[in-house]
């Protein structure tokens, strides 16, 4: 048996719809599910920082 895949873009609604909860992240691109992997090393602890940082400042906004 042959598989036939489908070559056709897919839209924004059709990749929400196809989105898997499996812990593994897309992106949409040109029409194409292309996964994502994990940030690492560097990366991974600089979005961290940031993240924490930017979650103190909105802290402190919304007590100003």
């Known amino acids: ?3 036939v895949i489908d070559k056709s873009p897919l839209s924004f609604d059709e990749f929400i719809d196809w989105y898997p909860h499996s812990g593994n992240r897309y992106e949409l691109r ?3 599910a292309i996964e994502i992997p994990k940030p690492r090393g560097t990366h991974s602890r600089l979005a961290g920082d940031l993240a924490f ?3 103190t400042a909105i802290r402190h906004v919304s007590q100003s």
């Open 1 to 3: 048996m042959i598989a």
């Open 53 to 55: 940082e930017l979650g």
């Open 30 to 32: 040109r029409g194409v």
